[in-house]
T-cell receptor, first 114, second 112 residues
Framework: AQKVTQAQTEISVVEKEDVTLDCVYE???????LFWYKQPPSGELVFLIR??????QNEISGRYSWNFQKSTSSFNFTITASQVVDSAVYFC???????????FGTGTRLQVFP | KAGVTQTPRYLIKTRGQQVTLSCSPI?????VSWYQQTPGQGLQFLFE???????NKGNFPGRFSGRQFSNSRSEMNVSTLELGDSALYLC???????????FGPGTRLLVL
């Protein structure tokens, strides 16, 4: 069975600190997709990043970067120089190749204080 | 380009009633999925549709149903509402051959 675990329930940082959100996933499939979504208080899930199982290259996009390691089944997400507007709940999600079904973790609430 | 739209945004119903929620995907997106979000169960998959066909269904009772129209718009229906159906219902759409789903603002349903 597939599963996503976000062990960090809540993280608090002060503005300009870097913060890393952890995500561990389980699947026996060889082709899958991993996502990070942000959910502000308004409720809408905002897409942040996607990684395919066959592409372990890690990248940086603005203040966001991610570390995908198949050997440890981890897909961690880092925000550099956090800002108050980054305060939200962040969800890691897993999807197999033959379905649109997203399997979500329980989310990590990030609070960035000025 | 307009995003995924969901109507209504807020809804209050009483136990035993039924409700219909609507989702209009991003133009050109033919895949639509629905999710339920509650504090206790988190984000759970309800069903997915493609070209008017339900391709996959989550572990929900038969009171939860849905459909997709030829213009890709989708509706979900919950009959005989229970208090536990109070939740944020999110709809997402995806374009063919692309892997990312984009979500709408959700419908907040409160069952009294």
């Amino acid at each position: 069975a597939q599963k996503v675990t976000q062990a960090q329930t809540e993280i608090s940082v002060v503005e300009k600190e870097d913060v890393t959100l952890d995500c561990v996933y389980e699947t026996r499939d060889t082709t899958y997709y991993l996502f990070w979504y942000k959910q502000p208080p308004s409720g809408e899930l905002v897409f942040l990043i996607r990684r395919n199982s066959f592409d372990e290259q890690n990248e940086i996009s603005g203040r966001y970067s991610w570390n995908f390691q198949k050997s440890t089944s981890s897909f961690n997400f880092t925000i550099t120089a956090s800002q108050v507007v980054d305060s939200a709940v962040y969800f890691c999600a897993l999807r197999m190749s033959n379905t649109d079904k997203l399997i979500f973790g329980t989310g990590t609430r990030l609070q960035v204080f000025p | 380009k307009a995003g995924v739209t969901q109507t209504p945004r807020y809804l209050i119903k009483t136990r035993g009633q039924q409700v219909t929620l609507s989702c209009s995907p991003i133009s050109g997106h033919r895949s639509v999925s629905w999710y339920q979000q509650t504090p206790g169960q988190g984000l759970q998959f309800l069903f997915e549709y493609f070209s008017e066909t339900q391709r996959n269904k989550g572990n929900f009772p038969g009171r939860f149903s849905g459909r997709q129209f030829s213009n890709s718009r989708s509706e979900m229906n919950v009959s005989t509402l229970e208090l536990g159906d109070s939740a944020l219902y999110l709809c997402a759409s995806r374009r063919d051959l692309q892997e990312t789903q984009y979500f709408g603002p959700g419908t907040r349903l409160l069952v009294l």
